[in-house]
Nanobody, 127 residues
Framework: QVQLVESGGGSVQAGGSLRLSCVVS????????VAWFRQGPGKEREGVAA???????????DSVKGRFAISRDYVKNTVNTVYLQMNSLKPEDTAMYYC?????????????????WGQGTQVTVSS
């Protein structure tokens, strides 16, 4: 099993920054990538960024490229942390943000490719 706990959400004005953290515990052979997803009111869950824990390759949704950065502190078979640095925030970034872990080589921003999910942290951006 893999457990994920998010933190760092909050309220910020447009143009501001937040840094989300996701603490991942459990056997690392259960996952090779961790991603951030978000779900706004009345919207479908969408992938924001993903990172492969071994090599560090990362992927971003077009809507956040150049503003968000995903990174990780990774040590095999121990508790790891994945971060999402969010800069130049916009009101449309308002959503519940979730981190998820899974094993795969494609579809890194597709929710159904991930087996393990955290409870989420709320991000609210005011204009």
């Amino acid at each position: 099993q893999v457990q994920l706990v998010e933190s760092g959400g909050g309220s910020v004005q447009a143009g501001g920054s937040l840094r989300l953290s996701c603490v991942v515990s459990g056997f690392t052979y259960n996952y090779n990538r961790v991603a951030w997803f978000r779900q706004g009111p009345g919207k479908e869950r969408e992938g924001v960024a993903a990172i492969y824990t071994g090599g560090g390759t990362s992927y971003y949704a077009d809507s956040v490229k150049g503003r968000f950065a995903i990174s990780r502190d990774y040590v095999k078979n121990t508790v790891n942390t994945v971060y999402l640095q969010m800069n130049s925030l916009k009101p449309e970034d308002t959503a519940m943000y979730y981190c998820a872990a899974g094993r795969g080589v494609s579809g890194g921003l597709t929710p159904d490719r991930y087996n393990y999910w955290g409870q989420g942290t709320q991000v609210t951006v005011s204009s």
